[in-house]
């Protein structure tokens, strides 16, 4: 048996902002909730290339997570959240 998977790892802090807003689109169009796109065309590509669609309840996870203001996709600096110490 052959597996195959994509990994999207996101971080939650992004700096300028045209970053952090341009991967919220990508969270709402590969979730099927872009608003100039068709809900099914990620899941199409998908298909077409021989993977399975994600389900709906991940999606509506990943959404979810992607648009939370205290968990999600953030533009930094914000003080003790989305700043980097060196340790010194």
Not at 13 to 33: D, H, I, M, Q
Not at 38 to 43: E, I, K
Not at 56 to 76: E, M
Request: hydrophobic share 35%; with cysteine.
């Amino acid at each position: 048996m052959v597996a195959r998977f994509t990994m999207l790892d996101l971080y939650s802090c992004y700096f300028p902002t045209a970053e952090t807003n341009t991967l919220k689109g990508l969270v709402s169009w590969s979730t099927g909730r872009h608003p100039t796109v068709s809900a099914t065309v990620a899941d199409m590509i998908a298909r077409n290339r021989g993977f399975a669609p994600l389900r709906q309840t991940i999606k509506d996870a990943v959404r979810r997570w992607g648009n939370t203001p205290t968990l999600g996709l953030r533009t930094s600096p914000i003080h003790s959240i989305c700043t980097i110490s060196s340790g010194t």
